[in-house]
């Protein structure tokens, strides 16, 4: 069952985005996704991208992966879906690789080209 409280706080700080700090923006996402996911699982994916960028090692590739479920998650007819998922994929297919993971590193290449092939389904 949702919080009530927990939603309509989180949606009264998504009020103020773009002033809000990044670790508040994702509180905000990861309350609202499971809510309004076609609203909000966009937003989560790509602010997990954004807030990875200044992270290092495992909690990167961490926020990534959460990345990728988020963009995975999204509706399969939504027009914005494959660009959300290819940008999550290239990002934690290149912090795989960094980190020497290149099994993995493949697979989230393997997927890119899935998802560009079928136009995001």
């Known amino acids: 069952m949702t919080n009530h409280d927990a939603v309509l706080r989180a949606r009264v700080l998504m009020l103020d985005e773009g002033r809000i700090g990044p670790v508040h923006e994702l509180r905000a996402l990861r309350v609202l996704a499971p809510v309004a996911p076609a609203a909000y699982l ?26 990728v479920d988020a963009a ?8 914005v879906r494959a660009a959300v998922l290819l940008k999550a ?5 290149e912090q795989l690789d960094a980190a020497g993971r290149r ?4 697979a989230a290449r393997a997927r890119m080209l899935e998802v560009a092939r079928a136009g995001g389904r």
């Open 42 to 67: 966009p937003k989560l994916s790509m602010a997990l991208v954004e807030y990875a960028k200044a992270r290092t090692g495992p909690e990167r590739l961490a926020l990534l992966a959460e990345a």
């Open 72 to 79: 995975e998650r999204m509706d399969r007819t939504d027009p």
């Open 89 to 93: 994929l290239d990002a934690s297919q």
């Open 103 to 106: 099994s993995d590193a493949l």
